[in-house]
Nanobody, 125 residues
């Protein structure tokens, strides 16, 4: 059984940095593509970014391009979302999600089958 667990959320000020972790169990992180998806109450889910299982290909939403970076540590079996220059509009619950090999776009939220419980990020102005 594959499980994902996020950690690292919290309350920060605009301009600060924060790193979220997504610990994977039940499967090697190097065999799944991992995405970060966020959700604000009363709004739909928003794709933030993803890293392909090959470990080389990444994709980011325009709203975070240049500020957020996704990486993974195979030895730790963990994926990360490094967030810099945070803005109040980045406030959301952040979920990590994973999927096995497939032909779907990395940004296809519906293609991810494994989901974590989410971690709250609040950015104050």
């Amino acid at each position: 059984q594959v499980q994902l667990a996020e950690s690292g959320g919290g309350l920060v000020q605009a301009g600060d940095s924060l790193r979220l972790s997504c610990a994977v169990s039940g499967r090697a992180v190097s065999t799944i593509s991992v995405a970060w998806i966020r959700q604000v109450p009363d709004k739909g889910r928003e794709f933030v970014g993803a890293i392909h299982w090959n470990g080389r290909t990444t994709n980011y939403a325009d709203s975070v391009q240049g500020r957020f970076t996704i990486s993974r540590d195979n030895a730790e079996n963990t994926a990360y979302l490094q967030m810099s220059n945070l803005k109040p509009e980045d406030t959301a619950v952040y979920y990590c999600a994973g999927r096995a090999h497939g032909a779907y776009l990395l940004s296809s939220i519906e293609s991810y089958t494994y989901w974590g419980q989410g971690t709250q990020v609040i950015v104050s102005s």
